[in-house]
């Protein structure tokens, strides 16, 4: 997802907090575009980590007469997700945050997972951002390393993607827990 913000937005984050978390040039004025990912960034992770390593395998050892291990096992060895396009919609739809973007495109469009630095390259000519202007934040590193990868210029790790998950720090990417922490208090 990104946005495009107004002055007020892009100047709403205190420089000082952004140059605290590893940004040494950092000014919200060089930002033009802003890309979030969703699950683990924006919207809360722990419901789709409830629902893949509890309640869908429950349910296939359940039809198949397995116990919750072997399920989880056969489960979870298949499969690997960058939000589908339908995930995506019905999510847009129960939270309403869709409204508030310019844009969504999701992995299953452009064809490559965002871990593969050609993902952004594509992505760039859809939503025609510039890499140097840009800031991504996601909660995986991988996802960020290609961006690197690929150039864009400011990218962030949210630490804790499920609310019920550890926190975690990284050695190459700033980190936030909270969006409230780029947000000016006076």
Same mark, same amino acid.
């Given at each position: 997802?990104?946005?495009?913000? *107004?002055?007020?937005?892009?100047?709403?984050?205190?420089?000082?907090?952004?140059?605290?978390?590893?940004?040494?040039?950092?000014?919200?004025?060089?930002?033009?575009?802003?890309?979030?990912?969703?699950?683990? *960034?924006?919207?809360?992770?722990?419901?789709?980590?409830?629902?893949?390593?509890?309640?869908?395998?429950?349910?296939?050892?359940?039809?198949?007469?397995?116990?919750?291990?072997?399920?989880?096992?056969?489960?979870?060895?298949?499969?690997?997700?960058?939000?589908?396009?339908? *995930?995506?919609?019905?999510?847009?739809?129960?939270?309403?945050?869709?409204?508030?973007?310019?844009?969504?495109?999701?992995?299953?469009?452009?064809?490559?997972?965002?871990?593969?630095?050609?993902?952004?390259?594509?992505?760039?000519?859809?939503?025609?951002?510039?890499?140097?202007?840009?800031?991504?934040?996601?909660?995986?590193?991988?996802?960020?390393?290609?961006?690197?990868?690929?150039?864009?210029?400011?990218?962030?790790?949210?630490?804790?993607?499920?609310?019920?998950?550890?926190?975690?720090?990284?050695?190459?990417?700033?980190?936030? *827990?909270?969006?409230?922490?780029?947000?000016?208090?006076?």
């Amino acid at each position: 997802m990104h946005f495009r913000g *107004t002055k007020e937005h892009e100047n709403s984050c205190k420089d000082s907090q952004m140059k605290e978390r590893g940004f040494q040039d950092f000014s919200w004025d060089a930002v033009e575009t802003v890309l979030l990912d969703m699950d683990g *960034t924006l919207l809360d992770k722990y419901f789709d980590d409830y629902f893949w390593e509890h309640l869908l395998p429950e349910e296939y050892a359940r039809k198949y007469s397995l116990d919750i291990r072997e399920a989880r096992h056969r489960l979870l060895s298949r499969f690997v997700t960058n939000a589908h396009y339908k *995930t995506l919609d019905l999510k847009l739809k129960k939270n309403e945050i869709g409204k508030y973007f310019d844009s969504v495109i999701c992995a299953f469009d452009i064809g490559l997972p965002k871990e593969d630095s050609a993902f952004w390259e594509k992505a760039a000519k859809i939503i025609r951002f510039n890499k140097e202007t840009t800031m991504l934040v996601d909660d995986t590193e991988n996802v960020l390393l290609s961006a690197r990868a690929y150039g864009i210029r400011y990218l962030i790790l949210k630490a804790r993607p499920s609310s019920r998950g550890e926190l975690r720090t990284s050695e190459q990417f700033p980190a936030i *827990t909270y969006f409230k922490e780029l947000i000016r208090d006076d």
